[in-house]
C-alpha cells in the first residue's frame, strides 16, 4: 500500500508540476493497485482480527469501539479532506504517505501473526493460560444450550458418590438421543437421528 501510495502521489505531483499527461495517465492504474491492496489487508482484517484477539468478556465492546472509530475516519475523510486538497494540493497526499509509514511500523512491531492459530490459542497469546479454562467450561455450556435449542432431549442424570466423608462427587452423563421432528421455514420437516453418546 505504502509503495502503491507514494507511486500516487509522485504521479500527482509530476502532473501537478511539470504537466506530465503520462504520469496523469499513470495515476488511474496506481488507484486500483493502492485499492486492490488495501481491500486485502483491511477490509476483511479489521473487522476479523479485532474480533480474534478480543477476550470473549470484552468483544462486543471491543467491537463497538472498533467501528465507532472506522466511522469518525470516514468522517474525516469525507469532510476534511476535500477541504485539505483545495488547500494544499497534492502535498496534502505526503500526509497520507507519513500515515501509511506509521501504520507500517505499527503493525510490524505490535501486531501478533494469528495465522494457522485456533481460537483457544490465539487467546491463550493475549491472555495467558488461565482463561482457556473458561473457555471449556463455557463451550461446554454453550453446546448443551445449543442441542437443546435445535429440540435434541437433553437428559441430565447427577450421580452422587461419597469419595470421603468431606468430599461429594458429582458426576454428569449427559445423553443426546434423536433429535425431533422440527420443521423449517424453507424445506420440509425433517427427522435427524443422532447416535447416543455419554459425554
Not at 509530476?14 to 496506481?30: E, G, H, M, R, S
Not at 486500483?32 to 479489521?46: E, H, K, Q, R, V
Not at 473457555?135 to 448443551?144: K, Q
Request: proline share 4%; glycine share 4%; with cysteine.
Amino acid at each position: 500500500m505504502l509503495v502503491a501510495f507514494s507511486a500516487w502521489t509522485i504521479a500527482n505531483a509530476l502532473y501537478v508540476n511539470f504537466d506530465n499527461k503520462a504520469a496523469a495517465k499513470a495515476t488511474i492504474p496506481l488507484i486500483f493497485i493502492y485499492y486492490f491492496f488495501y481491500d486485502i489487508a483491511y477490509s476483511p482484517i479489521l473487522v476479523s482480527y479485532t474480533l480474534e484477539i478480543l477476550p470473549y468478556r470484552i468483544r462486543a465492546k471491543g467491537f463497538a469501539l472498533m467501528n465507532l472509530t472506522v466511522m469518525l475516519t470516514i468522517a474525516f475523510n469525507q469532510f476534511i479532506n476535500p477541504v485539505a486538497i483545495d488547500a494544499l494540493g497534492w502535498w496534502y497526499y505526503l500526509v497520507y504517505c507519513g500515515w501509511l509509514i506509521i501504520e507500517l511500523v505499527f503493525v510490524t512491531v505490535f501486531v501478533v501473526e494469528t495465522k494457522g492459530r485456533t481460537l483457544e490459542e490465539t487467546a491463550a497469546l493475549f491472555d495467558g493460560e488461565q482463561p482457556a479454562h473458561d473457555l471449556v467450561a463455557m463451550g461446554g455450556e454453550a453446546a448443551t444450550i445449543t442441542m437443546e435449542s435445535r429440540g435434541v432431549v437433553v437428559d441430565v442424570e447427577v450421580i452422587e458418590r461419597r469419595t470421603s466423608q468431606s468430599h461429594i462427587h458429582i458426576e454428569k452423563k449427559i445423553e443426546f438421543h434423536e433429535m425431533r421432528l422440527r420443521p423449517y421455514a424453507d424445506r420440509q420437516a425433517t427427522d435427524f437421528a443422532i447416535t447416543p453418546q455419554v459425554l
